[in-house]
């Protein structure tokens, strides 16, 4: 900045700046704010449990009422009194900044930039502080806080959402084929989405080069037994392919974690697949319900398990089951296909690895994760409005009981959530309420109307303090470890933007990604949760189940030519993680 720089001189400035290129090769270490010693760069953190409790609060300022000035006047106005104080000049001097650098040059001027700079560097202020200084933002990540050496941070995507090659090497269809769940019928298919099928190398090679070490992804069921049930015969170009796909991601030095069922229930288990009734309890009938399903599923799961379980690491049984059980029935079929798949995995392969669920973050998370968590019973609420569940014995608890090796979750956003008007209860007894079977309200604003945060392209909000909460709420409830199995965030209108370079600058994105990360390091550090991990939704830009303009992705791919670009968000958010991440 130049001394005494101001409006009529701002064009010198303009003339002496010069274009300086900055290399940028990767995340730089940053000074520690907090600690002066550097404790965090080795310090392992101690995990601990405490009670949970949780109170509403939220900042309420009133605007005190203003009542205008007098318009009473006591002299005429300048313009009439300026006779009075004739040949007046005017200009401008700016702000006076002591670091400055470039000294003005009209010093032949008396009253110019010069001469202004000198009075103020003979009164030689001691400390001068500029009065442009900031307050600090609660958002900014100037904490001091590392990732444990073994938090595993990566990149998330699901099979239907990037594969295409739907009818490709023995595949056969699943219930995304058929689905409109996007905004109606005509939606985009998954018929081709980002051809991943076959891009999965260039895929992988792009992320292995932005320094990911995990990458999780799907396999479709219908892709490795194409008939579904037991006794049919296997596919082995499915088998090859996913062979190859894991030999390559760990060959570029990322660990593979595979999901087994990521919404795309086969098709035979719907007598008429475009009729699947209603879903009292999740969004769709995802077949969980057919009393073929669970077996046929766990077998599924044995195929795939007995083949990699060599080279994967962990392994998901369910994505999101909440939203695709219709029934309770449903939900007695997941928690005993999973339970089943984790004791064949653990007693029978005798895997060293972990096996989990990803949750998605609506309330009924403690309908599945009391018995598999806690050997617990369905909550009470459950039972009360869920009238086909299925009651677990003693035998089902004990053997349901800690048969996830961590928690995972896909926190994207939070929700208000609140009693019915008419109570619990009135709206339990009464399978007409609009609040049935919940009988939750849910909202996305707060009690004082405010939206409950920044708001994205769809349902997403970005609200970083409410994940630390609900990070704290899951350790202490659970009390096994957390993994964040997805999170991201559809900037508004990005699809619509037509110039790409809008695109690629995606700085909400990046917002988002570097407060929740910030977030869940205050979790693990001053809250003492073990969160072990974070994956981002998605690497790229992709099929959103009927939708291509929810972008939620750290990439863009062009769908003519199926070209990918790193978006900002995707080096904002390795750096961030980079610079943070013990040595
Ligand atoms: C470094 O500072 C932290 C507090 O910031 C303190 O707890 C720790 O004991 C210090 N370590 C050493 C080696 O001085
Ligand atoms: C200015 O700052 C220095 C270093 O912090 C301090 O030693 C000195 O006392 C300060 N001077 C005044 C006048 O505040
Ligand atoms: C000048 O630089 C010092 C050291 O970086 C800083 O503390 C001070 O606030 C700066 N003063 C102004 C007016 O910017
Ligand atoms: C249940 O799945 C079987 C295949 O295992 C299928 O034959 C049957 O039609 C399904 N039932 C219903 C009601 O969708
Ligand atoms: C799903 O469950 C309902 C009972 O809630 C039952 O009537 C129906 O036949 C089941 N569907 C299948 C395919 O099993
Ligand atoms: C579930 O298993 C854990 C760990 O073995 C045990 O501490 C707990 O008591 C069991 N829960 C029930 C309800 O039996
Ligand atoms: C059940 O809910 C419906 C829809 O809100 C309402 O019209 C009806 O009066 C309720 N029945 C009872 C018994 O409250
Ligand atoms: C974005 O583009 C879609 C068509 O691709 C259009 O339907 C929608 O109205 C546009 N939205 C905005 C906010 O311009
Ligand atoms: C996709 O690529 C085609 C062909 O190069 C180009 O015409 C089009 O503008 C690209 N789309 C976007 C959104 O960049």
Known sequence: MMRGVGIVTSWVSVALAQQVYVPAEGPVTRPTVCSTNGSYATATPVYSFTPFSFTQTETVRTATSVTPGPTTTYAPPYESLSHLVPDLATTTWGNWDPNATVAATDSADPYGQAAWSAIWERANLANFTYRGCTLPRYFQPQDSYYFPKDFEFGVAGSASQIEGAIADEGRTPTLMEVITIGRGEGDPKDYVTNENYYLYKQDIERLAAMGVKYYSFSIPWTRILPFALEGTPVNQQGLDHYAD?????????????????????????????????????????????????????????????????????????????????????????????????????????????????????????????????????????????????????????????????????????????????????????????????????????????????????????????????????????????????????????????????????????????????????????????????????????????????????????????MERRYKKSFFDLVDFVAARTQK
Not at 373 to 397: H, N, R, S
Request: proline share 6%; glycine share 6%; net charge negative.
């Open 245 to 561: 796909l894991i030999d390559f991601v760990i060959a570029k030095g990322m660990e593979p974690h595979v999901t087994l069922l990521h919404f795309d229930t086969p098709l035979q288990f719907y007598a008429d697949p475009y009729d699947r009734g209603e879903a009292l309890v999740g969004q769709n009938n995802g077949g969980y319900n057919n009393t073929t399903f669970q077996d046929a599923f766990v077998h599924y799961g044995q195929v795939v398990m007995t083949h990699f379980a060599d080279r994967v690491p962990v392994w998901y049984t369910f994505n999101e089951p909440l939203l695709y059980c219709d029934n309770g029935r449903a939900v007695d079929a997941v928690v005993k296909a999973h339970a089943r798949l984790y004791h064949f995995y653990h007693d029978e392969i005798k895997g060293a690895g972990r096996v989990a669920l990803k949750f998605n973050d609506n309330f009924g998370l403690a309908t599945f994760a009391n018995p598999l968590f806690l050997g617990q019973d369905y909550p009470e609420a459950f039972k009360m409005t869920i009238p086909d569940y299925v009651p677990l014995t003693a035998a089902d608890l004990a053997f349901l009981n800690g048969t996830a090796d961590f928690l995972g979750i896909d926190p994207y956003t939070a929700t208000v959530v609140s009693p019915p008007r008419h109570g619990i209860a009135a709206c339990a007894a009464n399978a007409s309420d609009p609040l049935f079977p919940y009988c939750v309200q849910q909202s996305t604003s707060t009690t004082t109307g405010w939206n409950i945060g920044y708001r994205s392209e769809s349902y997403v909000y970005m609200t970083p303090t409410y994940l630390r909460t609900y990070l704290n709420y899951l350790w202490n409830t659970f009390r096994h470890p957390v993994v964040i199995t997805e999170f991201g965030f559809p900037v508004a209108r990005e699809a619509n933007a037509t110039d790409l370079s809008d695109q690629l600058f995606d700085q909400p994105r990046s917002d988002y990604y570097v407060q929740f990360l910030s977030e869940t390091l205050k979790a693990i550090w001053e809250d003492g949760v073990h969160v072990a991990g974070a994956f981002a939704w998605s690497f790229a830009d992709n099929w959103e189940f009927g939708d291509y303009d929810q972008h939620f992705g750290i990439q863009t791919v062009n769908r003519t030519t």
